[in-house]
């Protein structure tokens, strides 16, 4: 459930792509947290998962690492790139 949400709704990798400093990818990446936390704790998430590597970690990794694919795609959208156009393999 959290490496679906976290790709649908991490608006931190879209900064890249628009240009945005770091401390708006900073306060982008932050509010995405809180709102997958939100959603994670509805369904009834045990809290250890949501702050660790598996939660917050895999969250950081994939909006900062160089070689995420979901990275680099959310650049490219925010560059203005149709999801559609976008390969993965």
Known sequence: MW???????????LSDGLGFG????????????????????????????INGLAGAG???????????RNRMAGGAIGRGALASELQTG
């Open 3 to 13: 490496g679906a949400q976290e790709r649908v709704r991490c608006r931190g990798r």
């Open 22 to 49: 770091d401390s708006s990818k900073a306060s982008l990446i932050v509010h995405s947290f809180h709102e997958l936390v939100r959603v994670a704790m509805a369904l009834g998430a045990d809290p250890a998962t």
């Open 58 to 68: 895999n969250l950081i990794a994939t909006s900062f690492s160089k070689l995420s």
